[in-house]
């Protein structure tokens, strides 16, 4: 079972992410379990989104104990380690930030892998909405190869400008599998 945790602040574009990645997953034949908790209802605020995938129907209801891999859309949300209490020595990292990985080192014993996703977003009209290029980064980093699917996914679901999110989101994707982050 993979399993993630998406983490952002209201406004960013957190929420969609975790449903992209369930679309990929479940056009794909998987099984997919995909649900979201909010802070108080506004922008800024922390909100997430945890998802499960899997070959076999998912039965496990629970909080994400150990995940395959977190994504951080504001580097903030690092502060005082509560994202990462459930990290473990497998558990990639991608964080969105200029900064390098080796920047954030202090933070524990896992993969830690930057990317500035908001010049990426910004380049491709997006302003400071970043779903789509970690959306991107995530599945490259993990080694997933369906890129077509990947692409027919984010442009269907993008709610506006579906050509500057599909291309913010390969650009994500190209640059982790090369390992560019």
């Known amino acids: 079972m993979l399993q993630f945790i998406i983490q952002g602040r209201g406004g960013q574009g957190a929420q969609l992410a975790g449903k992209l990645l369930a679309d ?4 794909e034949g998987r099984y997919v379990l995909v649900y979201a908790s909010y802070g108080g209802a ?3 605020n922390p909100v997430s989104s945890s998802l499960r995938v899997d070959d076999k129907p998912i039965r496990l209801r ?3 104990e150990h995940p395959d ?3 951080c859309f504001d580097p903030s949300l690092l502060e005082g380690g509560k994202l990462l209490n459930a990290a473990t020595g497998q558990t990639l990292v991608l964080i969105n930030s200029s900064l390098p990985a080796k920047e954030f080192a202090h933070l524990g014993d896992f993969k830690v892998v ?3 996703a908001r010049t990426i977003a ?3 009209q997006l302003g400071r ?3 789509t ?3 991107g980064a995530s599945l490259g980093l993990l080694g997933y190869s369906n890129v077509e699917l990947l692409e027919k996914v984010v442009g269907e679901t993008s709610p506006l400008k579906p050509e500057g999110n599909v291309a913010a989101c390969m650009e994500g994707y190209r640059i982790a599998r090369k390992g560019s982050c």
């Open 133 to 135: 290029t970690l959306v």
């Open 122 to 124: 910004q380049k491709h």
């Open 114 to 116: 930057t990317i500035d």
């Open 129 to 131: 909405i970043v779903n």
């Open 24 to 27: 990929v997953f479940f056009q």
């Open 69 to 71: 891999a977190i994504v």
């Open 42 to 44: 506004r922008r800024g």
């Open 62 to 64: 629970c909080d994400i």
